[in-house]
């Protein structure tokens, strides 16, 4: 009988923020493929979790991802887990899924932190329907045609971006959406956590000051 293929979700900051389920599963796995095994180290050690660890990114994705599918057809239970949060949002984490489920392979989801989530839900912005867009293009043609692409979309829009590109970012949403109502959230669950809340302009004039840290969450209100 092949292996399961867990889902398990991780804090995005606070290391307090992982569920019981979370912890049992990651003991209790032959194995756990990390998106950097020297950062999930840090959650391990702190719950005193000794489970071998392997490597799973975007730059070995297709090698490591058959590797790993291989061991869940010998029957071993692997847990896949990301840097920060719910592993398959914008990480490599879907090919993984979408394979294993291909190959008739149990994907369970352990569900927990979201950074997508945690953000929309203390944005004050609309959150009966949201579109989330992940990370932005960082060619200047590609990001605008996207933006104006959603320009109509009455939906809550939800991007990340880096913090050295989040100025010039909100200068071109203000220039291509209008100046709607928007957000910005910054190291969630970490002790310099951080909302910036007014008009795209407002968080525009207010980005010179940010901290060039960590990823950037900008949430902005669709239009009306």
Request: charged fraction near 25%; glycine fraction near 8%; proline fraction near 5%.
């Amino acid at each position: 009988m092949p292996g399961t293929l867990y889902i398990v979700a991780t804090p995005i900051g606070n290391l307090e923020d992982i569920t019981l389920r979370a912890i049992r599963i990651l003991k209790e796995a032959d194995l756990i493929a990390c998106e950097d095994t020297r950062h999930t180290k840090k959650l391990l050690v702190n719950y005193g979790i000794v489970t071998p660890t392997t490597s799973y990114f975007e730059h070995n994705k297709l090698t490591k991802g058959d590797w790993i599918l291989g061991q869940l057809q010998e029957g071993k239970n692997i847990a896949l887990v990301s840097d920060a949060g719910t592993p398959g949002i914008s990480d490599p984490g879907f090919n993984l899924v979408r394979s294993a489920v291909e190959k008739g392979i149990a994907v369970v989801p352990i569900p927990g932190p979201s950074a997508v989530a945690a953000a929309l839900s203390a944005a004050g912005l609309p959150t009966d329907r949201f579109l989330f867009l992940g990370f932005l293009s960082q060619k200047e043609g590609k990001k605008r045609r996207m933006l104006e692409s959603v320009r109509e979309e009455p939906t809550t829009l939800i991007f990340y971006e880096s913090p050295f590109r989040v100025r010039k970012t909100l200068a071109l949403l203000r220039e291509v959406l209008g100046d709607r109502p928007a957000a910005l959230a910054h190291e969630l669950t970490k002790i310099h956590e951080g909302f910036i809340r007014g008009g795209l302009e407002e968080l525009h004039n207010a980005s010179d000051k940010l901290i060039e840290k960590g990823e950037w969450i900008i949430l902005v209100q669709g239009r009306k």
